[in-house]
């Protein structure tokens, strides 16, 4: 088994892995490209683009998590698969280009849906090939990646390819048909035959990815601004951003992923398994997601801040991005809030009545300019991470027990 693998030019990991290099070469791409989802919804925003933007979001993050998988048991710095990620990363890349026509293709060029989905369809059937070579003893693996195929590769790319002909509702619906049958087809293929080798590896990977999303929210102002005068108004808006990103990372690398890598590192066999696919495949993905929505929030809130020759300081945000703001930190809430339900079998209140709020909470962001929404969205956040870090710390004597 050892000599099969070796002559595909694949190494095995082992149970202390750490992320490599490569791997947060891979991640670059994934940067530029969670960018794009955030220009994809901003340059049209309506809740039909905001939905486009959210499918687009989940087809990029199974190609990010497929080799997240694939990393924690094949090197990506060996020969063999270096080569696969490389090539992974181009393919990504001309996604990326193609993810801001995407919904409204150009009459020039290439037409971009097709070409997103074909390169879609690439990643996923290297990632298959990959795993495939990566363990050619493994019955229970390939039986998985045969079912894998069939169920949760070949229908969505069919449905991704038949609506990569059609444009506006019955496209994006095809597509979320596409996501949900893919999703599910997780489910049906079961947990036998994926493994976590290195618990430690896993969760820093997502760690990353949490990192790269908070990173595009810092971005996304930047742009905002770009090309307009540094005024008080600009650096009391970035100020207020950035402590609400900072809040966001807190919640997630002090509050609640710790207790997550230590869940997963107490779990074996397809307990972990499972463990890995429900918070770290799935729930982590609202984390990203909302981190982009609220992006988009406080992109716009710079830009008008900025731009005072169409905007004055009391013009609030308006329409679907004024939901965004805050909505997308009430996913991020929710999602976090599951996280540490799954993790624990605790119920984080704080957490679900912030993120409900955070939902619920668009229509009075329109009813005030949008620095103040940003500002009292920043202290909100800041506010409920307060209590929540009183309520879910342990008490001193199961600290001192553990």
Avoid at 10 to 28: I, K, Q, S
Avoid at 30 to 36: D, G, R
Wanted: aromatic residues 8%.
């Amino acid at each position: 088994m050892a000599r099969d693998r070796r002559r595909a030019g694949l190494v095995a990991t082992g149970d202390d892995h750490a992320v490599t290099p490569a791997e947060l070469f891979f991640d670059l791409v994934f940067v530029y490209a969670i960018t794009q989802v955030t220009a994809l919804m901003a340059a049209a925003p309506s809740p039909l683009r905001m939905v486009g933007g959210m499918v687009v979001l989940a087809l990029l993050w199974w190609c990010w998590c497929c080799f997240a998988w694939l990393g924690n048991v094949v090197r990506a710095d060996s020969g063999g698969l270096f080569g696969v990620v490389v090539t992974v990363m181009a393919v990504v890349l001309i996604v990326s280009f193609a993810v801001p026509e995407v919904f409204a293709d150009a009459p020039v060029g290439l037409p971009a849906p097709l070409v997103f989905v074909l390169c879609y369809g690439a990643v996923r059937v290297l990632h298959l090939v990959s795993y495939w070579l990566s363990a050619p003893g493994d019955a229970a693996l390939r039986r998985t990646l045969r079912r894998t195929a069939l169920l949760s590769v070949l229908p969505p790319l069919v449905l991704l390819l038949i609506g990569s002909a059609y444009t506006g509702r019955t496209q994006l619906l095809l597509w979320l048909g596409a996501v949900a049958v893919d999703y599910g087809g997780i489910y049906v293929t079961g947990s036998s035959g994926w493994r976590v080798k290195s618990p430690g590896h896993f969760a820093e990977r997502h760690g990353l990815i949490v990192i790269i999303a908070l990173g595009e929210s810092i971005v996304a102002m930047g742009v905002g601004v770009s090309g307009f005068p540094l005024t008080v108004a600009v650096l009391g808006a970035a100020t207020a951003g950035l402590l609400l990103s900072a809040g966001l990372w807190w919640l997630y690398f002090r509050q609640s992923g710790e207790g997550a890598e230590h869940r997963l590192a107490a779990l074996d066999g397809d307990d972990r398994t499972r463990f890995a696919r429900d918070v770290y495949t799935f729930l982590h993905l609202p984390l990203v997601a909302g981190v982009v929505l609220c992006a988009l929030g406080m992109k716009k809130v710079l830009q008008q801040v900025a731009d005072t020759g169409h905007y004055g300081l009391a013009e609030p945000l308006h329409g679907v991005v004024a939901w965004s703001l805050t909505g997308g930190v009430g996913v991020y809430l929710l999602g976090t809030a599951a996280i540490v339900r799954r993790s624990s079998g605790r119920l984080p209140v704080a957490l679900v009545a912030g993120g409900v709020a955070g939902l619920l909470a668009g229509p009075l962001v329109g009813l005030v300019p949008g620095l103040v929404a940003l500002a009292g969205l920043t202290v909100a956040t800041l506010g409920l991470l307060a209590v929540h870090g009183r309520r879910g710390a342990p008490a001193p004597a199961a600290v001192a027990e553990a």
